[in-house]
């Protein structure tokens, strides 16, 4: 599978080495599910191809790469005790037995990992608006978050 970032890199801008995870935790599936739902359409088309193609390094490193990886990270959270055969999850200890306790912190862990994630790529969309004049294939009309926003629960159109 193509994809912009390698498995490799999301791991390491998403992970901290304090979590003991093995990089083999980020599928190359993870993050074509997800440049096709969260940075496609906010790049559109053609910028994407351009990236595809190593142009624009920069932007790749600096605003693209983070808002992948933040969004690998929220997609797969709820997986990592499934695909992790060294993290310290019990028989015990599954989504099934969780505790109250457990499913709160669980919640708050998703919520602010999507917050990362959103605020990143309107980072990413906010660039692009800024400096629309150096991606020629970028078009500001075609990019959602120019024109809906979700905030909590409240939709903003723009």
């Given at each position: 599978m193509n994809t912009l970032i390698s498995p490799e890199r999301v791991f390491r801008l998403a992970f901290s080495v304090d979590e003991l995870l093995s990089p083999s935790v980020v599928m190359p599936s993870d993050i074509v599910a997800v440049e096709e739902r969260h940075i496609r359409p906010v790049v559109g088309e053609a910028l994407y191809d351009a990236l595809a193609e190593g142009r624009y390094a920069d932007l790749m490193e600096e605003y693209v790469a983070p808002a992948i990886a933040a969004w690998v990270r929220y997609a797969i959270q709820p997986l990592l005790g499934h695909r992790c055969?060294?993290?310290?999850?019990?028989?015990?200890?599954?989504?099934?037995?969780?505790?109250?306790?457990?499913?709160?912190?669980?919640?708050?862990?998703?919520?602010?990992?999507?917050?990362?994630?959103?605020?990143?790529?309107?980072?990413?969309?906010?660039?692009?608006?800024?400096?629309?004049?150096?991606?020629?294939?970028?078009?500001?009309?075609?990019?959602?978050?120019?024109?809906?926003?979700?905030?909590?629960?409240?939709?903003?159109?723009?």
């Open positions: 055969s060294s993290c310290l999850v019990s028989e015990g200890n599954d989504f099934y037995n969780a505790t109250t306790a457990d499913n709160v912190r669980m919640s708050a862990l998703q919520r602010n990992l999507r917050h990362t994630a959103q605020t990143l790529s309107r980072r990413l969309g906010d660039y692009l608006n800024a400096h629309s004049a150096d991606f020629a294939e970028y078009d500001p009309d075609e990019n959602p978050l120019n024109r809906c926003s979700i905030n909590g629960d409240i939709v903003q159109t723009h």
